[in-house]
C-alpha cells in the first residue's frame, strides 16, 4: 500500500518534543510495513544529514522549506529521493488566506496584529499557526501525487496538516488524520484547570477551536486519537453521526 504522508515537523532525529517522537515511531511502523511517501518541511536546525538520513527511511522524500524560515541559498527547490530538483514556488491554494502580518513588539501595532489574526481566525475558520505553517509548494505536490493515482492513502500526522488534505480526495483515497491531541480538547482543559498563560484569548479561541475541529474531521475517512482523553474529548466534541470518528473506524468510499 502506498501511503502519502504530511509532517509539517520534521521528524527526524526524534528529540524535539511529543508530536516528533509520536510521527517518527510511527513512520518507522509504517516504512516496514508500506512504501511512505513523505512530505515535510525544513526550518533552519535541520541539517542535511538529518535529511539523509530520513530518506533511508522513507520509499519518497520530499523537503521544502518551512513558510516561516528565513530564505536559503537553494530557495525555492527540493531534491526528492532520487536526487531530481523541483520548484517549490507559490502555486497557490484555493481558499487560503493572506499571510498574516507579523507582530510588533509592544505599542499599536502589536495590538493591531492580534486584532487581525483573531479576525482571520473568525473569518476563515482556521487557527494562525495553522496557516502560518503552510506551504503552497507541499500543497502542489501533494495534489499531483492524489490527481495521478501516486497513493491509496493520505495520513496527516498532527491537526497542523489537516490543512493539505482536500475534501474530496476521499472520493479516490482513504484519508486519515492522526490528531496527536485535540485542539478544542487541550484549550478547554487549560482553562479548566487554570493553567491557560492567556485565558481571556483561550476564552476567545474556544468556540472558533471547536468548530474548526469539527469542520476538519468531516473531512477525513479516519480520524484515530493518541490517547484515551483524546478519544473521549472528541467523542464529546464531534455530533452523535459522527461520534464513532474518536479512535474506530468510519466507512469510507472504496478506493479505485
Given at each position: 500500500m502506498k501511503i502519502l504522508m504530511f509532517s509539517s515537523t520534521f521528524p527526524y532525529p526524534p528529540t524535539q518534543g511529543g508530536t516528533q517522537v509520536r510521527t517518527w515511531n510511527l513512520l518507522k511502523y509504517l516504512s516496514s510495513h508500506h512504501y511512505v511517501i513523505l512530505g515535510t518541511l525544513r526550518s533552519p536546525d535541520v541539517t542535511d544529514a538529518a535529511i539523509d538520513e530520513l530518506r533511508q527511511h522513507v520509499a519518497e522524500l520530499a523537503v521544502f522549506p518551512h513558510p516561516l524560515a528565513p530564505p536559503q541559498p537553494r530557495a525555492?527547490?527540493?531534491?526528492?529521493?532520487?536526487?531530481?530538483?523541483?520548484?517549490?514556488?507559490?502555486?497557490?491554494?484555493?481558499?487560503?488566506?493572506?499571510?498574516?502580518?507579523?507582530?510588533?513588539?509592544?505599542?499599536?501595532?502589536?495590538?493591531?496584529?492580534?486584532?487581525?489574526?483573531?479576525?482571520?481566525?473568525?473569518?476563515?475558520?482556521?487557527?494562525?499557526?495553522?496557516?502560518?505553517?503552510?506551504?503552497?509548494?507541499?500543497?502542489?505536490?501533494?495534489?499531483?501525487?492524489?490527481?495521478?493515482?501516486?497513493?491509496?492513502?493520505?495520513?496527516?500526522?498532527?491537526?497542523?496538516?489537516?490543512?493539505?488534505?482536500?475534501?474530496?480526495?476521499?472520493?479516490k483515497v482513504l484519508t486519515v488524520a492522526n490528531i496527536h491531541s485535540s485542539v478544542w480538547g487541550t484549550c478547554r482543559q487549560m482553562l479548566a484547570t487554570g493553567t491557560s498563560e492567556k485565558p481571556l484569548r483561550d476564552r476567545l479561541n474556544l468556540p472558533l477551536l471547536a468548530r474548526y475541529e469539527k469542520r476538519y474531521c468531516s473531512k477525513f475517512s479516519r480520524i484515530v486519537a493518541t490517547t484515551e482523553t483524546d478519544r473521549q474529548q472528541l467523542l464529546e466534541l464531534l455530533s452523535p453521526a459522527d461520534s464513532r470518528r474518536g479512535g474506530a473506524p468510519v466507512p469510507a468510499p472504496p478506493c479505485p
Open positions: 525555492g527547490l527540493f531534491r526528492g529521493n532520487h536526487g531530481e530538483i523541483a520548484p517549490t514556488e507559490n502555486q497557490g491554494f484555493v481558499g487560503a488566506m493572506p499571510p498574516y502580518p507579523p507582530s510588533t513588539e509592544g505599542g499599536l501595532n502589536r495590538i493591531l496584529g492580534k486584532v487581525h489574526r483573531f479576525n482571520q481566525f473568525v473569518l476563515s475558520g482556521t487557527p494562525p499557526n495553522v496557516i502560518s505553517s503552510y506551504s503552497p509548494a507541499m500543497q502542489h505536490w501533494a495534489d499531483e501525487l492524489v490527481a495521478f493515482g501516486k497513493c491509496d492513502v493520505v495520513t496527516s500526522e498532527h491537526s497542523v496538516n489537516e490543512i493539505y488534505v482536500r475534501p474530496e480526495w476521499r472520493e
